[in-house]
Nanobody
Framework: QVQLVESGGGLVQAGGSLRLSCAAS???????????VGWFRQTPGKEREFVAT????????DYADSVKGRFTISRVNAKNTVYLQMNSLKPEDTAVYYC???????????????WGQGTQVTVSS
């Protein structure tokens, strides 16, 4: 079982930046470096939506149109950590952000086997 823990959320003004981290732990955390990792977000009353994903090697990434050019996903496998750098934040980016790990870097929730508990990001106007 791979356990994922998100951190780095908080309150920021519009136009500001945050960097989220997704760290793996648990008995089989070593397989984290062979898994794709995605970031998703969810606001109350709405479905969880895709934000970004990265392949196991970091060589392939994909982003939702709403965050392209503002967010960057990266990973350091030696640290079993994936990052989401969020710049030029907007109030509509406010959500709980979740990281997830799975075999391939897809944009659908069903493609991921392991999920973190989420971290709150609030962007004030």
């Amino acid at each position: 079982q791979v356990q994922l823990v998100e951190s780095g959320g908080g309150l920021v003004q519009a136009g500001g930046s945050l960097r989220l981290s997704c760290a793996a732990s648990g008995r089989t955390f070593s397989i984290f470096s062979s898994l794709a990792v995605g970031w998703f977000r969810q606001t109350p009353g709405k479905e969880r939506e895709f934000v970004a994903t990265i392949s196991w090697s970091g060589g392939s990434t994909d982003y939702a149109d709403s965050v392209k050019g503002r967010f960057t996903i990266s990973r350091v496998n030696a640290k079993n950590t994936v990052y989401l750098q969020m710049n030029s934040l907007k109030p509509e980016d406010t959500a709980v952000y979740y990281c997830a790990a799975g075999r391939v870097p897809v944009v659908t929730l069903e493609g991921y086997d392991y999920w973190g508990q989420g971290t709150q990001v609030t962007v004030s106007s």
